[in-house]
């Protein structure tokens, strides 16, 4: 079965701890991304890679980092910088082409205390 | 500035059709797609318009006007499963997603 794959479900940690989030795709897809999405707010894109080796800084970037060493999987750290990072976290993934369809992982749901 | 508004929630009967509008405002435009969310879980995808007009996808139709900035999600003979969040997103000019905050869709038997 193909698909994306994120774990944990739920993580807590306590403030100051850098924490990293899975994300793993057997879809042979070349871009994904992550997202963050907060209550009454639209899903915001933290960082996103359109080939192994490389990614680009989204719209909130600060606090985050990423690394793509291998086209499966895209693992993100929330590091101590990121001022509010209780939120739910979604990975995604994109075929090269013109589909433009973003497929989703079941998502991680972060608290920090 | 880039934007996306929709409704934050809806209640609608079951067997019922209802209406999920959105307007959106982005720096260029590569089309408009439609996700279902139910809560917790990961967003589906629905519908990508590019052009105008409607395009009907069994009970679910995604309908652009591209002149308006504006499209609209219909769902018909609602089912009880049908309740989530159904996000709309822009696609910009460098082909990056603008997320509208969600309408939540609430059904009643």
């Known amino acids: 079965d193909g698909g994306i794959t994120q774990s944990p479900k739920y993580l807590f940690r306590k403030e100051g701890q850098n924490v990293t989030l899975s994300c793993e795709q057997n879809l042979n897809h070349d871009a994904m991304y992550w997202y963050r999405q907060d209550p009454g707010q639209g899903l915001r894109l933290i960082y996103y890679?359109?080939?192994?080796?490389?990614?680009q800084k989204g719209d909130i970037a600060e606090g985050y980092s990423v690394s793509r060493e291998k086209k499966e999987s895209f693992p993100l750290t929330v590091t101590s910088a990121q001022k509010n990072p209780t939120a739910f976290y979604l990975c995604a993934s994109e075929p090269t082409g013109d589909s433009y369809e973003q497929y989703f992982g079941p998502g991680t749901r972060l608290t920090v205390t | 500035g880039q934007n996306i508004d929709q409704p934050t929630e809806m209640t609608a009967t079951e067997g019922a059709i209802v209406q999920i509008n959105c307007t959106y405002q982005?720096?260029?435009?590569?089309?408009l797609f439609w996700y279902q969310q139910h809560a917790g879980e990961a967003p589906t995808f629905l519908s990508y318009?590019?052009l105008d007009g409607l395009e009907e996808k069994g009970r679910f139709s995604s309908f652009l006007s591209r002149s308006k900035g504006y499209s609209y999600l219909l769902l018909k003979e609602l089912q009880m499963k049908d309740s989530a969040s159904y996000l709309c997103a822009g696609m910009d000019s460098n082909y990056q997603l603008i997320w509208g905050a969600g309408t939540k869709l609430i059904i009643k038997p």
């Open positions: 982005t720096s260029g435009f590569n089309g």
């Open positions: 318009n590019v």
């Open positions: 890679s359109q080939i192994v080796n490389d990614f």
